[in-house]
């Protein structure tokens, strides 16, 4: 779209936004709920919720397979909806965008399909010590299954990937390298584009982790020039149920399928089945077709909103509560990159992250406690779990302030 046609984005105003989301009016505890777990799972607004209705409501049918009326119309809107996210993450073309459950079924599908045909006894996946527990333990299941090795780049203390060691990692084995856009657990950003830079001047093609990176930063994978994004409608004020595999085109051309059945085939006879075109030959079976048309309102959404304001509203109020709670006695925080998105993570000195998550959730704050299925950033840091609270657009500095307090009543009690 042209400068001059695009619609100018909606004012980002929070409270606004805020009404947008009806849950964030319902009240935990007799309190107002202050969810800061977007890192988990985020909110819906009204109009994802909506769009999901009106499909039940309205023109519920299969797509791909009827003449009639509802489902010609289901078809279009799921079609609709994939070409709504290949132009926000700036794919090329949207059969590089393929429909899977979520950011683990993405990153399974590359190392069912890629990884078995490339992985050979002795050749090297490259991960980092910071990746989510989905992006280590497919990677470790098909080093087991192929006799393949699986190489992990170091983190330092601030919770940064350590370039000169990842580079060094990077060997004539290597056959993929997986790292996360951004750590769930430590908020970092990856410079990514310079991981794929080290990693394409050696041949070898590079998976990110989108998961945290789409929800928060404008991604826009032809710059990044990685091979494959893979990410979740649900950490995107989408459904749960539906994501996105990203990927260049030739290289999904030369891959084998994942899973066998209806929609993936162009002809099967018992002798010999031909494979569909892209992106179907990678989406067996009836979709999630309500949660991908959903999904796309998603996208309207923070379209709408603009994702350099939703990143810059973000920033502002990170840094603020970064600020506001290095105040609290006793608080350490666990991930000090220089470049952070919508992470905190933290310990109390004395105090379980649980008994913090409980006193907290009696405040009406939501925040997640755990090792944030990242056990080795945990083992990393010598901790065996954290709180962290993340943050997303509808967040406030008043819901911050309620944070400090919580934590405040959380060390006095624990004292
Ligand atoms: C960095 C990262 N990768 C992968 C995942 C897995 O996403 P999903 O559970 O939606 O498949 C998450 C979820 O927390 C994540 O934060």
Not at 64 to 75: C, L, W
């Amino acid at each position: 779209m042209s400068a001059a046609t695009a619609t100018p984005a909606r004012r980002f105003d929070v409270q606004a936004i805020r009404r947008d989301f009806p849950i964030l009016s319902e009240r935990v505890h007799d309190r107002p709920l202050v969810y800061l777990d977007s890192a988990n799972t985020s909110q819906k607004p009204r109009s994802v919720i909506d769009a999901e209705r009106e499909v039940y409501e309205t023109y519920y049918s299969n797509v791909h397979r009827g003449v009639y009326q509802t489902s010609v119309r289901a078809e279009q809107a799921f079609e609709a909806a994939r070409q709504k996210l290949q132009r926000f993450i700036g794919a090329r073309e949207s059969r590089e965008i393929v429909f899977v459950r979520g950011t683990t079924e993405a990153i399974n599908l590359v190392a069912y399909t890629y990884g078995r045909a490339q992985l050979k006894p002795g050749d090297e996946i490259l991960i980092s010590a910071m990746e989510h527990h989905s992006n280590i333990v497919p990677w470790q299941m098909l080093c087991e299954q192929q006799g393949g090795v699986l190489r992990v780049a170091p983190i330092d203390d601030d919770g940064e990937i350590v370039l000169e060691e990842m580079e060094r990692l990077l060997s004539p084995r290597t056959r993929l390298v997986a790292v996360g856009h951004v750590s769930n657990a430590l908020g970092t950003v990856n410079p990514v584009k310079r991981i794929v830079e080290l990693a394409h001047a050696r041949g070898v093609p590079v998976l990110v982790d989108g998961a945290q990176g789409v929800p928060h930063l404008k991604v826009d994978v032809q710059d990044l020039d990685c091979d494959f994004y893979a990410f979740s409608g649900h950490k995107m004020y989408g459904p749960s149920g539906i994501g996105v595999l990203y990927g260049k085109a030739a290289l999904l051309e030369a891959m084998p399928p994942f899973h066998g059945g209806g929609d993936m085939i162009l002809s099967v006879t018992f002798e010999k089945t031909t494979y569909n075109v892209l992106p179907y030959k990678f989406e067996a079976g009836t979709p999630n077709i309500a949660g991908a048309i959903a999904l796309g309102a998603a996208v309207d959404y923070l379209t709408d909103l603009d994702m350099d304001q939703v990143a810059a509203h973000e920033q502002e109020l990170l840094t603020y509560a970064t600020d506001a709670l290095s105040r609290v006695p006793g608080l350490r925080f666990i991930g000090t990159a220089r470049h952070k998105a919508g992470v905190l993570s933290f310990v109390l000195e004395g105090v379980h992250p649980h008994d913090m998550g409980t006193v907290l959730d009696y405040e009406g704050i939501a925040i997640r406690t755990g090792h944030h299925c990242a056990q080795p950033v945990m083992e990393r840091f010598g901790v065996p779990a954290t709180a962290r609270a993340s943050l997303g657009i509808y967040n406030t500095r008043e819901e911050i302030d309620v944070l400090v307090r919580g934590l405040l009543k959380v060390a006095e009690m624990f004292r």
